[in-house]
């Protein structure tokens, strides 16, 4: 049991083992090496401050590492969960659930955006069938976890179950662990699972305390009826489940998504494992608010890769404290904005490794100059 | 002479040879490109508009190359154009001019940040000389064009010659022409100067037709009683020579700087290349209104690659209709925007090259399905 649980509800439905050993592995930034950090970023040859957010990421990156100059994350992987969801017969989307499946098809042959992107950014891509709605033929780059086959619809009944939440979180952080076992230096959240963006509409709902209407979106473009309609059902799964933000796995099993629940268990082996995790959109910052109820200093590892169209997201990333590297107005997922964000993380990282300082490059420092 | 000259008051002012000949070459996008390149986006497997600003950067890029897909802008270079101000007398900035020299020779020694990101995202990184006020050493990265030591004072005369102006545009056309036939696909604008953000917002202010004060800011990051010096500086600038927005060659020799007017001829170098050019912050802003005023189809060939923290950036940008890609508080300078930016140019390209079409994918398409 960790501190985090004993005052909260939660302290009387325990987490499994796996996950309590984990969330008690979680911690803060290393604050000597934000310190030095910071030092180091004013020393170096340029105007202090210029490089605006992305000195801001470099001191994350060593307080996460623990050291400074933080390490160069060279190799990253984007884990893309696929899920599907029980709440697409309630209307709340255009696209027929079996694109789900067909996407990931299409991911493990190399045709998607995150596959072209990946390639640019030089990361891995793996897939992790979490709760597709049907059978997956094995592939090199497909880890087959399938807790269920899509989740319930959250209108009429519990998404899932709390044990299957536990099985999927359990899932992520060991996707997270192998992942970097493996050699990731950096981890991107990507995900595929038509109607995701209304599970996380309702998820953020529940831990930001918005109303539905607020947070909820056209995900991949649907018209004001069909958003109406999201908004409404949205409405009724929260009414029905009453959910307990004090409560992450229950909000989980109420109305989230397999994904979501893997997604958490991922950024949670991230933080734990101290490796930077670039969140992709609205999915991942659903999921960063889960685990960051498990465990609040989760957010140390999260760089947020952009600002989805999605209202959710923005409002999410509010909660979290995170600002977004990449504002492009995208909603795709699959990961690809929080791949678009790697380049910038990496050379955040690189600036406070390889530029020189005044004193040693021999250029007149301002500051000491006036 | 262009049709573009001849009922300004630019016609009774003959632009050189060299830079009538590029003009002439300028023009717009490929409307054929363009079509396919939207028709083409439409069709790959993502929702439709879901990558956002990269599907219009995808379609910029097939209307320049006149071909869809676009080539990859695998290799790419950065040129900074390095020069000095005269009006840095005036007290603009607290960095003493000799930092101009002192960091080209960082730039050398590889020691600058613009070094860190350009091996970060394999672009090469060019130092064009074109009037530091200092002599600089021979070096294999360093191309020695310096057409005068540094500007003169604009709040006291003319900041160049109409002659100099002209050298440094042709030199600036010289050096795009020079760097893609070594081979770059994509160039990318740099600067050093130190008070060059003096004579930007000054440019600005007479292309865009903007109040001084609304177009300058804190530069590398001086204090009020400095800012307030540099409106001043500016406005005495612009009712002593009272620039006709008209005769951008007499605005650039009024109150330009020479790596405005060299970089001014690298825009249109590129432009008359088609080879797509992506402008680092408000200095390059500020030359693209120059080479927009010379030739307004050189906007076509443009790419903004961050909204720097200046005032007149963004102003410069709007009056262009360019949105900026990367929006992180930069105020470096030196092409680091611009090189941020590289990635995200080259994904979108790649996006329009590899990704799927449903048809090819096997994938429902929405819009077929509903």
Redesign the interface.
């Known amino acids: 049991m960790t501190e985090a649980q004993s005052p909260e509800p939660e302290a009387q439905r325990p987490l499994s083992e796996a996950i309590a050993t984990t969330v008690a592995e979680v911690s803060g930034l290393d604050t000597d090496a934000v310190s030095t950090a910071r030092q180091r970023q004013d020393s170096?040859?340029?105007?202090?401050?210029?490089?605006?957010?992305?000195e801001d990421i470099s001191v994350q990156l060593s307080g996460l590492a623990g050291s400074c100059p933080p390490p160069l994350p060279d190799k990253a992987t984007i884990a893309v969960f696929a899920a599907d969801h029980g709440v697409h017969a309630q209307g709340v989307t255009?696209?027929?659930q079996?694109?789900t499946a067909?996407?990931v098809?299409?991911f493990l042959?190399g045709?998607?955006?995150i596959?072209?992107?990946a390639?640019?950014?030089n990361a891995r891509v793996v897939i992790i069938d979490i709760g597709v709605a049907a059978e997956l033929d094995d592939h090199p780059m497909l880890l087959a976890h399938k807790v269920r086959a899509g989740t319930a619809d959250m209108t009429e009944t519990a998404a899932m179950s709390r044990a299957e939440v536990i099985q999927a979180v359990e899932t992520g952080i060991s996707v997270a662990r192998r992942l970097v076992s493996d050699g990731a230096q950096c981890l991107v959240t990507g995900d595929m699972g038509i109607a995701n963006t209304t599970a996380s509409a309702a998820l953020i709902a529940v831990f930001t305390g918005t109303d539905p209407a607020l947070v909820t979106g056209r995900g991949?473009?649907i018209d004001t009826a069909t958003l109406d309609t999201k908004v409404e059902v949205i409405r009724r799964a929260l009414a029905l489940h009453q959910p307990d933000p004090g409560d992450p796995i229950g909000v989980l099993s109420a109305v989230g998504g397999l994904e979501h629940a893997g997604l958490t268990g991922f950024l949670l082996g991230a933080a734990a494992l101290r490796i930077p995790v670039i969140l992709d959109g609205v999915i991942a910052a659903a999921a960063a608010l889960c685990a960051h109820a498990l465990a609040a200093d989760s957010v140390a590892a999260m760089i947020a890769g952009h600002r989805s169209?999605e209202p959710g997201s923005q409002i999410a990333l509010q909660h979290l404290g995170l600002r977004a590297?990449?504002?492009?107005?995208?909603?795709?997922g699959e990961g690809?904005g929080g791949a678009?964000a790697?380049?910038?993380v990496?050379?955040a990282a690189?600036?406070l490794?390889?530029?020189?300082s005044f004193d040693?490059?021999?250029?007149?420092d301002?500051e000491q100059?006036?």
């Open positions: 170096l040859t340029k105007p202090r401050g210029s490089l605006g957010v992305l255009p696209w027929p079996e694109v067909q996407m098809g299409n042959a045709g998607a955006v596959n072209a992107i390639a640019e950014v991949t473009g169209t590297l990449v504002d492009l107005d995208l909603r795709l690809s678009l790697l380049p910038l990496r050379s690189r600036v490794r390889e530029v020189a040693s490059a021999g250029v007149v301002k100059h006036q």
